[in-house]
């Protein structure tokens, strides 16, 4: 069965990158046609879609957050990561890894690890 | 602020049926998919409807979907404590060029 896993520092300094990891097991990184995408949740708010990645490595970025936001993926490690550069408390959320279809659904997701801005 | 719109709340004694609904325009609700994800406390969503109407695997048919227009309906039949949760829409914005995401329903379960 399918999993995804994120991984990555709970705590970034304001104005530094966060860097998370999503590991895929239970299936590989390349098979079918699948995006595999970033969404996150600040505290008691709604979600929010950060971007996706198809296993050639084209991506998609939220227009807000475009300019600090790369993707990427490493298909001999079935996974892909999320860097977010230039972070504010604003950032502060559970960021969530998921797959997506190519109709946009996201069919499985992360647990999700909360990352908070502070000094 | 969302491009849809949803109902902060909903609640309704159990049994019940009850309805969440998710607004749009022709952008997104109009032209696009809509999915549904349900959020149990403390939990990730979890996919409930795709494709406007479909369930996936797994998922009870007291949970179903539609689509008029700019908005979309979320039903759900038969409501039990287990069905607290928030509630999200969900669906791909071609002016935003983004996936966008209702702000989210919080049903209570009396």
């Known amino acids: 069965q399918l999993q995804l896993h994120e991984s990555g520092p709970g705590l970034v300094r304001p104005s530094e990158t966060l860097s998370l990891t999503c590991n895929v097991s239970?299936?590989?990184?390349?098979?079918?046609?699948?995006?595999w995408g970033w969404i996150r949740q600040p505290p008691g708010k709604g979600l929010e879609w950060i971007g996706n990645?198809?296993?050639?490595?084209?991506?998609y970025y939220n227009p807000s957050l475009k300019s600090r936001v790369t993707i990427s993926v490493d298909t001999s490690e079935n996974h892909f990561s999320l860097r977010l550069s230039s972070v504010t408390a604003a950032d502060t959320a559970v960021y969530y890894c998921?797959?997506?279809?190519?109709?946009?659904?996201?069919?499985?997701w992360g647990q999700g690890t909360l990352v908070t801005v502070s000094s | 602020q969302s491009v849809l719109t949803q109902p902060p709340s909903l609640s309704a004694a159990p049994g019940q049926r009850v309805t969440i609904s998710c607004s749009g325009g022709?952008?997104?609700?109009?032209?696009?998919?809509v999915s549904w994800y349900q959020q149990l406390p403390g939990t990730a969503p979890k996919l409930l409807i795709y494709?406007?109407?479909k369930r996936p695997s797994g998922i009870s048919d007291r949970f179903s979907g539609s689509k008029s227009g700019t908005s979309a309906t979320l039903g759900i039949t038969g409501l039990q404590t287990g069905d607290e949760a928030d509630y999200h829409c969900?669906?791909?914005?071609?002016?935003?060029?983004?996936?966008?995401f209702g702000p989210g329903t919080e049903v209570t379960v009396l």
């Open positions: 998921a797959r997506l279809s190519d109709w946009g659904e996201i069919q499985k």
């Open positions: 239970g299936g590989s990184i390349t098979s079918d046609n699948y995006y």
């Open positions: 990645i198809y296993d050639t490595g084209s991506t």
């Open positions: 022709t952008s997104n609700i109009g032209t696009q998919y």
């Open positions: 494709e406007n109407n």
């Open positions: 969900a669906t791909w914005d071609s002016s935003l060029s983004a996936h966008v």
